[in-house]
């Protein structure tokens, strides 16, 4: 393979029959039409009739020809065409690729026939890649997935070309997608205040006598629920907030992929984003800060919260508590008589 992000199974699925096609899908792939009827018409033989309707639908289905198997269909699929063509024995098929050019000629017929256009050829082309890479740049997905809607495009009557092309295809369209990510986030922060990424940068430098980097610092929220730790989580709130991210102007870039370069960046280790090259570093370094930013009031509310509750409401809930059961024990002290009198 020359790209390693597909398995051998997945390689090998690529324009086969991974299943048996579903009653719905046979009535939508394999329904033979007016025009497919007229074309398998021209056949003599029975052989040739099915094995055609077989490449129509194939194609259709799958978006390729299976020019070295044509017959490698589910038997479900060559019995239901069998019925709509009214041949009795659906296994004379067999005979159909005895002849290895007719296969070739019937595949040239039905490309020429209804218009299947090469996926090499320009306009298509020009029109598959503004698909991919608008899908890259829009969704935060993996190779698989993207590979997977290549599959599927929606422009049908486009036949797909090989899969080591095609992969190929997807990954320059990620290396597009990921470069214009980084010089996009890189170009805000810049028109925001060009010193932004120098301070940045400084993130990740370990001070001295200090065991991990400014960034690591910030990075890790309270663990505590004391004042002590409250008055560390506002500083934390007030050093992040310092950088002023929101001014950074990030309204062209997907939300999606802007969570999920944070997320990557969240996830490495300070050094692994110093050694990372421009501008993927300032845009690892933006994203990163301008989500931490958002954690750390919310740390500072839930620690808050916290201690509110553990440190006001409930001694105050307790001594509440306490107040009416001495009630109690007064009132169930009285004699009955004056209780009686109490209640009247």
Known sequence: MPVEYLTDEQAEAYGTFTEVPT????????????????????????????????QICTVRYIGRFLGED?????????????????????SCVKR???????????????????K????????WGREFRG?????????AEGPVA??????????????????????????????????????AVTRAASQADPSLARA???????????????????????????????VRAMERV??????????????????????????????SKAQTIERAPEPRRTALLTAVVRQLEAQAVDDALDLFAVLMANRLISPARRASDRIVSRCCRSWRRRPASWRRRRRS
């Not at 046979?26 to 077989?54: P, Q, S, V």
């Not at 490698?72 to 659906?90: K, R």
């Not at 299947?116 to 306009?123: M, W």
């Open 23 to 54: 009653r719905p899908e046979l009535e939508r792939f394999f329904f033979l039409d007016d025009d497919d009827r007229d074309l398998i018409a021209l056949r003599r033989m029975d052989a040739h009739r099915l094995g055609m309707a077989l």
């Open 238 to 267: 007030e050093e992040i907030s310092a950088f002023a991210l929101g001014r950074v102007n990030l309204s062209r870039v997907p939300v999606n992929r802007l969570s999920t370069l944070a997320r990557y960046g969240q996830l």
């Open 200 to 230: 940045l940068a400084e993130l990740l430098v370990v001070p001295e006598g200090k065991r991990v980097s400014e960034l690591e610092r910030l990075r890790t929220p309270p663990t505590k629920s004391t004042g002590t730790a409250m």
């Open 96 to 114: 159909y690729p005895e002849r290895r050019s007719t296969v070739y000629e019937h595949a040239a017929e039905i490309q020429k026939r209804f």
């Open 146 to 183: 993207l590979f997977n809607h290549a599959v599927t495009w929606p422009l049908t009557r486009v036949l797909l070309p090989g899969v080591s092309v095609l992969a190929r295809q997807v990954s320059e369209a990620r290396t597009v997608a990921e470069r214009r990510l980084y010089e």
């Open 116 to 123: 299947y256009r090469d996926f090499a050829d320009r306009k």
């Open 70 to 90: 044509p017959l490698a269909v589910p038997w479900e699929a060559v019995e239901y065409l069998a019925g709509q063509l009214g041949i009795a024995d659906a």
């Open 131 to 139: 698909f991919l890479y608008g899908r890259a740049w829009t969704h």
